[in-house]
């Protein structure tokens, strides 16, 4: 049975390629938890990340305002001294402060509610 439920949540991996020196990327995953937007507030988010075109979107924040939106939590992020960095407010800025996390946080929550299936590593 199907049960319709006013909040709702769900974990869905995140891969970040972040840039290594000598032209590679190395692919680090963790998992996100991301609430579901009704479908209104969600069409008022992207066409506020949209403004402007493409150039500007990630120029004037919108994109980290849908992501405060819709990020309620995370699993498998850890602070530089390797100790688990617990979700925050303060820590969701600081992680969405590095474009390469904020574009891959984005591209999985864009992912996750167009139906597209996340990639698996074998």
């Given at each position: 049975m199907f049960v319709l439920k006013k909040e709702f949540s769900y974990s869905w991996p995140v891969t970040v390629r972040m840039p290594?020196?000598?032209g590679s990327y190395e692919e680090e995953e963790f998992s996100c938890t991301f609430r579901i937007q009704a479908q209104d507030e969600l069409e008022a988010l992207v066409a506020a990340a949209n403004e402007g075109g493409d150039d500007t979107a990630f120029q004037n924040g919108a994109d980290v305002n849908l992501l405060r939106e819709v990020v309620v939590g995370w699993d498998g992020v850890t602070g530089e001294d390797g100790d688990p960095l617990a979700f925050s407010p303060d820590?969701?800025?600081?992680?969405?402060?590095?474009p390469f996390i904020r574009l891959a946080m984005m591209r999985?929550?864009?992912?996750?509610?167009?139906?597209?299936?996340?990639?698996?590593?074998?």
């Open positions: 290594k020196d000598g820590a969701l800025r600081e992680l969405t402060a590095n999985s929550y864009f992912k996750s509610v167009m139906g597209q299936e996340a990639r698996r590593k074998n």
